[in-house]
């Protein structure tokens, strides 16, 4: 298949197309645009983390010439109606419109009430305060241990927890409860030689995208209207908003505009169904922006987790049970990603017997949205400590033991499947033989290596390519490019018309000019629009053999296409595919291809990551010494963006495990909403980040290539707390690992 | 009331009112156009909004409109000359120095003002000296191998 | 006659761990399951992927599969 395929583009470090415009600050983002007329809309937010709204009037705004529209929940068409009615699906949208906007009670700090516009973001701002809010506070619920105790303060009277043996009877603040096994847990306990049972937790964090939510709306009553938004899935904001205001899809065409970040927390709506009310009541186009502060306090962070893992193995190494309960955090709504967090859990392990028991639990913080392979380095983190605890008992090397029991074709999962070819042994390979595992650990610094796996997905893809007369041509996708996709799409496409990739333009079109692309997430976008692109070029290719065949009176098995050039089999002649296209008027018009598919196949990815961490034991601060990222990315497309995805996921997830967290006063207020003490590495706080790709190629794509942009958040966790517990001799259950905690720990153990 | 400015922005002159509230970013974002430079924080934490200022590098969004007087701005618009890109920005893209792209003008901005100030930095002094320019996608490794580049590019008179 | 292996909150619904099947597409399956596991409504199955011999389909509408093929059914994994 692609084991030992030469390629001409794959495999190169192109420059990218859109390269240009982001270089000199043409590029357009979310809050880049400006429209005639246009006015500004702020939203009003709530003072208090849990309490009823008693009164809600908006009356003194209505009266202000300033205020040129108010919206607020009752300003959403179709929703009352729809909550009457039963289904998940029903839920899950009267969760997001009360998410959008309070429905008589507030959730968490920062939750939006209302919203106004007026000529000026300033007195969008001022006017703000012409709204009168009466609430009853309740106290707020902050933690998992809090939501579950018997006299909490219960956030939605009608919760009742899904999947408990006996069914639910009271109301509870557990939306869900969630049950995997395989084989005898019990069984396999008895048979462990040495046992590690630990207890773990994890904050709440952010994605940490750099550019806050913004939007630009027109609302039109005689055509779509216009929504231009930074956003991961520009049609799943298109069906969403639809829903929302009970419209058509038709009747809204989405934009969507450069992103300046999102690892899964711009995969839903905030602002986009406020200005559109806005700016329907108006007549105006509406443009809002969230300041950094309400990015924070009211997008989407990732669920806090705590965690009990308990693992046996015998001394010889072989892992005979692996056990978890994981409580993952949800926010003010339901819908954490406990469901994949006990998937990943133990899938990097081939083991007889497993059992893994989670729960999804409300708390009075934001709703929780995605952030890159969401609930899974969670789960994995206290997986992986666990496992190097193990290890170190019976005194066998890390990599070592995940060898002896590694996941590989054909192992089963606790979720069911078994598995297909997978490269986490080929990343363990590398990993006992890169540099840095064989350089001897410097002084004071400890070392910390972990593993991590995430599923990938495939979904819908549309392409169109479209040939011009001189051969040129353009892809048009609608995949939201957030890490350099577009590079990776023309050289798939240049690859299969024997092309150069800069003669074809890729250009992320809106969701009125290609079809149906599901979101830019979940690792699918090489994979998935990539086989897009393929069919679309090799539909191409069938067009321009037809075309050829009929310039040279021959059929079209008689040609051949290869490195665009076309070969009359049963002649001499040839023709380039330009000269093809040149003559296209001629033999029937002018040449596209397309591709509208739902991919199926997508191969999962592993990785294993080092860490090196120095401790500075009078203060507690943690250094990053040296770093490498191992994965396996199937194919690489394009090898820079690839290490890039790994680079990045690994800083976010050192991030993660060193200093990023929100902190909470006892009344559910974030304390900590900004980028000074919301702390994320910074470029002097790291070394290289050095990134090592392996290749065991997914046969179900074109080229081989599987997803990587998620799975490289996983390990770092493990391998940094690993680290840390090792450079100060004692063990390390809770993240992150940040000064005050470490210096806290120094102290007791003297 | 407003204040009527006169200024010099990557070489030409400007005129624009402004509150005595509003801030430069702002200016230089909503009256004039120029969303070259970004807005990630507002508070000089994500150094997004980096632009020089009479030979200083400054976050713009902690500079008001109207210190913008009789000052000689740089912002990331102005750093290629036509449609020749600046060798910094050769660099970023030939080292994928940039994924989702939004901390790039900022950090174009930076690393102009670090190499003007120190032509030779070792790599240390680079990260030190950026550490004011956040970045979320690219863990900062190929931004700090663009920038060591180009100040080698740079040192040999490219 | 393919194989259909419950995991253990489905097993609630199913009353059983395994099940082997005549259906030989997802259609099929779904109407055969609902019949014989009344328990087993199409509201608990039809927002679930289904991994066909391993490889996880999450939209399975026309999938079919073979007569000795390992069935499972899974949460749809969503994106980050």
Redesign the interface.
Known sequence: MSEAREFKHIGQRTIRPDGFDKVTGKANYGADLSLPGMIWGAILRSPHAHANIKKLDVSRAQASPDVLAIATFEDFPSVNAAAQRN??QRKDLMDTACNIFANQKVLYHGHAVAAIAARSQAAAIAALDLIDVDYEVLTPVLNINDAISADAPILHETMMTQ?L?EPATEASNVSAR????KGDIEAGFAAADVIVERAYDTPTVHQGYIEPHATTVVFNDNGPSMIWCPT??HFDVRARVAQLMNLELGQIKVVASEIGGG??GK?TVYLEPVALILSKKSGRPVKMEMSRGDVFRASGPASASQSRIKIGAKMDGTITAMQATLHYEAGAFQGS?M??GC?TVFTPYDVENLYVEGFDVVVNKPKVA?????GAPQSEFAAEMAVNELAKKIGMDPIEFRLKNAAKEGTQTI??????VVGLVACLEAAKSSPHYNAPIPENVGRGLAAGFW?N????SSVIINLNPDGTGTIIEGSPDIGGSRASMQMMAAEILGVAPSSLNPIVADTEHVAYN?????S?TTFATGMAVVEAAEDIVEQLKARAAAMWNVTAEQVDFTDGVAHNLSGEDQLTLAEICASAEKTGGQISGRANI?A???GPSFAVHICDIKVDKETGKTDVVRYTAIQDAGKAIHPSYVEGQFQGGAVQGIGWALNEEYVYSKDGIMENAGFLDYRIPLASDLPEIEAIIVEVPNS?HPFGVRGVG?TGIIPPLAAVGTAVAEAIGQPISSLPCSPPKILKLLMAAH | MKSHISTTINGDSIEFLCDPSQTLLQVLRNDLGMTGTKEGCGSGDCGACSVILDGELVCACLVLGVEAQDAAIETVEGVAAHDQLHVIQEKFLEHAALQCGICTPGLIVSTKALLEENPSPTEEEARYFLAGNLCRCTGYDKIIKAVMDAAATMRQGA | MALV?F???LE?HAGCAHLTVAAQNYRALLEELTQRLPQLTQ?VLT?LAL?I???????PFLADFSADA?L????K????
């Open positions: 289904g998940s999947g043996a969630m049950e995997l096994k991961q899935g690892f899964g995969t990603p469901g994949p998937m995605a952030y890159r392979a969401p979720y069911g499947p078994k598995l297909k599923f997905i495939g979904g819908q599901q979101t830019t997430g979940g699918r739902n199926r196949g997508a179900f998620e | 292996c995991n253990a909150s609630k509201e927002p991994v011999d391993g490889e996880i389909v999450q939209e390992e499972h059914f899974i949460e994994i969503a994106a980050g």
